[in-house]
């Protein structure tokens, strides 16, 4: 999806610009390649610096409820410094890596509802626009395939997947954010477990591994919520019996008695960090941080809840349209209301 805006802060007869990424998905950690295409005005500009701004839709909860914004989680300077004659036509290649938490945006091709852009920034004479907005595609890693696929042959279905704003205490995590695969137990632990929910928090060095389960109550007790961490390597994923490694992590989760909630839980709230605040599909500008307490609600997508297996319902198409229309309605409401 491109998107050619007019330099608005220059009003008609300035520069355009087009940023365009190459089609092939890239994965966390890796490099995205395009190019930014500009086309000079009716006069010529001095172009100050043209940046890319990796741009999330982020989930937040706050009283009242759930909200949602962008969340910007990377900048970068591809180029500047040059004057664009009228009507002059240049493309400028670029290549820039991500971040390794990069959120994974679809499985073997389907998407899982999470949405990311590249947001292009042109500064012409001292006046700043954002320029397009580009849909970001992201793939697994190995290791976080290796995962999803095991889960999928021990018998999980995949429910959802969203981005939640706020930090996982005691972990690595550098974004300001973390994604959250919500699982449907397998028949082993459905009777045990009403959800798991899943976060990959990479780095170069490995990976951590985050499960939380909604475990079920019994006739005297209520249900609460456990929650556990693991690291793995980015080596030797194929020589590994993921099956098993999941199998047990997911035992130990299961088992796990004490809520995150008491001194035996995992981690602790980190402190506060950079405020952002979201309204009805606004964009953050400061307000409340959230503690590192993972909770809440999903976004709510109708994104194949229910399925047989993990990978066998997304690779089996059972995305439901709504996600797909839903992605496409976001970024042409963006455009439309910076427009």
Do not use: C
Not at 143 to 157: D, I
Not at 223 to 251: C, K, M, N, P, Y
Request: glycine share 18%; net charge negative; hydrophobic share 35%.
């Amino acid at each position: 999806m491109v998107f050619k805006r007019l330099l608005g802060a220059l009003g008609v007869g300035g520069p355009t610009v087009d940023t365009v990424l190459d089609p092939a998905p890239v994965r966390p950690g890796g490099t995205l390649t395009g190019e930014v295409r500009l086309v000079g005005g009716k006069a010529d500009f001095d172009i100050e610096h043209i940046t890319l701004e990796l741009v999330a839709r982020v989930e937040a909860e706050r009283q009242g409820g759930e909200s949602e914004g962008l969340v910007a989680f990377g900048r970068f300077t591809v180029g500047g410094g040059f004057r664009l004659a009228e009507g002059e036509q240049r493309g400028l290649p670029f290549s820039v890596t991500l971040p390794w938490e990069t959120p994974v945006t679809e499985l073997h091709g389907q998407s899982l509802g999470v949405v990311l852009g590249v947001r292009t920034e042109l500064s012409v004479a001292g006046a700043k626009d954002k320029g397009d907005l580009d849909q970001l595609h992201v793939t697994p890693l190995p290791v976080q395939e290796a995962v999803l696929e095991a889960l999928g042959r021990l018998g999980f279905g995949f429910r959802s997947a969203d981005l939640e704003y706020g930090r996982i205490g005691g972990t690595g995590q550098q974004l300001p954010f973390y994604q959250e695969i919500e699982l449907v137990p397998s028949p082993r632990y459905a009777h045990q477990v009403n959800e798991i929910e899943l976060t990959f928090l990479a780095s170069p060095g490995g990976m951590e591994v985050v499960l939380e389960a909604d475990k079920r109550g019994g006739f005297l007790s209520p249900g609460h919520d456990a929650l556990t961490r693991f690291t793995v390597s980015h080596e030797g994923t194929e020589h590994q019996d993921w099956a098993a490694t999941v199998e047990d992590w997911i035992r130990q989760l299961v088992e796990h008695q004490a809520s995150y909630g008491s001194p035996a839980g995992y981690g602790s709230p980190m402190g506060h960090d950079s405020p952002v605040a979201f309204g009805p599909g606004g964009h953050g500008h400061g307000g409340q941080h959230r503690d590192g307490h993972r909770s809440g609600p999903g976004m709510g997508t109708a994104v194949a809840a229910g399925a047989a297996g993990l990978a066998a319902g997304v690779v089996g198409g059972m995305v439901a349209d709504e996600v797909i229309d839903e992605v496409g309605d976001f970024f042409e409401g963006e455009e439309e209301e910076e427009g």
